[in-house]
């Protein structure tokens, strides 16, 4: 972002104004503009919010980008710099299969319930649902068995990418996945086979776990600041799910809502 020192042009400078804003801008918006933005001279009687409606971008979207502290610092002749909407088509975002989805729409979500939805890997290089359903029932002791809400494998003893919905999950009943009751009690826990200390997950099961993610966080009204790794809401320390998950990439796909100014 370029910082542009802002003007109010009085009537007589206008002109002088305009020009020097249409040299600057010739010079300067070739280098700035990226290939996803257009640019838009300012015309008389132009009001930001006009312009943002016609563009069909938001007034804050417009200010940010043109370094405007207030709508009103526009004037005949300056250049803004207009964002181009990202009209790919959204197929390569991935999506849960229908008959999952179909498996998943049975469960009716205890919406108020949830509050986190927490990742973990399995610290092994293969493992399955019903694997670690046995694990925790026989040496964890847990009455309700399989410690997460969801399972997705890594091709050694689960699909790759597959997506195994378990009990707590269809009866809506607390993980036993963070050590904490009340935090058990509040967060959704999906494991990702695999030991992400010594490899990262496959494409196949970030695919997935992203199309999960986006599933519970509508499901649940959850928005991305719910998202969480083990290692982020853990009381106590754990290196879950390792150092090779790509925790900034992934949370970056699920944007926290900005903070309402009080
Ligand atoms: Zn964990």
Request: hydrophobic letters at 35%.
């Amino acid at each position: 972002m370029i910082g542009l020192i802002m003007h109010s042009a009085r009537p007589i400078t206008v002109f002088r104004m305009t020009l020097f804003w249409f040299l600057l801008a010739s010079v300067i918006f070739p280098i700035a503009a990226t290939a996803a933005e257009k640019r838009y001279t300012v015309k008389k009687n132009d009001t930001l919010t006009e312009i943002a409606r016609r563009q069909g971008v938001s007034v804050a979207t417009l200010m940010r980008l043109n370094g405007l502290k207030e709508p009103n610092q526009i004037y005949i002749g300056k250049v803004l710099r207009i964002p181009i909407p990202d009209r790919r088509p959204t197929a390569k975002r991935p999506t849960l299969d229908p008959t999952l989805l179909k498996v998943l729409g049975d469960t009716r979500i205890a919406r108020k319930k949830w509050k986190y939805i927490v990742i973990h890997h399995s610290a092994t290089d293969s493992g399955s649902a019903k694997g670690m359903d046995l694990y925790h029932r026989q040496e964890r002791h847990m009455e309700n068995g399989l410690a997460y809400h969801f399972v997705i494998g890594n091709g050694k003893g689960m699909g790759d990418g597959e997506v195994v919905i378990g009990q707590r999950w269809t009866d809506q009943i607390r993980g036993g996945h963070l050590a904490s009751e009340s935090l058990n009690e509040q967060s959704v826990g999906i494991c990702l086979v695999g030991n992400f200390d010594d490899n990262k997950p496959t494409q196949k099961q970030m695919n997935y776990l992203h199309a999960l993610v986006d599933y519970l966080m509508r499901g649940c009204g959850l928005s991305g600041a719910a998202i969480k790794t083990h290692q982020q809401i853990n009381p106590i320390h754990t290196r879950c799910p390792g150092t090779k998950f790509p925790v900034k990439t992934f949370l970056k796909e699920f944007p926290a809502p900005k903070k309402k100014a009080s």
